[in-house]
């Protein structure tokens, strides 16, 4: 998904590539050491059970941290962005198996302002559930 986009190229209303974060346990471990996040619900599967979660869930700011991959990968290297904002509306629950969870984040351009500015609306979803909600940013594109 990854190029260059221009400001006189992107028309409101126009859908995004959808694209797709795939993670295992492996990955919140990696997150919990980058972040210094080291909450257990995220790592300890019997402490996330016994505080009444399905099974381990990958960090909110993690999850966030993809829909802000997918904005910057849309982009291209000269745009910026200079507003993100997300709600967090369910976690993402991280199974031990071989298939670890996927977040698929899609997105569509809500307006066109001054100065280069795109206003993008965002979804991201595990399996048939939205994770966060509320989802925006605006880009500053060349």
């Not at 000269?78 to 298939?99: K, L, T």
Request: glycine share 12%; net charge neutral.
């Amino acid at each position: 998904m990854s190029g260059q986009v221009s400001y006189a190229d992107v028309a409101v209303g126009a859908e995004l590539p959808p694209a797709s974060y795939h993670f295992t346990r492996l990955s919140l471990v990696k997150y919990c050491g980058a972040s210094g996040d080291f909450n257990p619900i995220h790592w300890n599967e019997r402490f996330a059970k016994a505080v009444g979660l399905p099974d381990l869930i990958a960090h909110g700011m993690f999850t966030m941290a993809q829909a802000g991959r997918y904005v910057t990968d849309w982009a291209g290297p000269g745009a910026v962005v200079v507003e993100f904002g997300v709600r967090f509306s369910a976690p993402v629950v991280v199974p031990d198996d071989d298939r670890g969870a996927t977040i698929s984040v899609t997105g569509k351009v809500g307006e066109k302002l001054e100065g280069n500015l795109v206003a993008l609306a965002l979804t991201a979803r595990s399996g048939e559930g939205k994770v966060l909600t509320r989802a925006r940013a605006v880009v500053r594109l060349p």
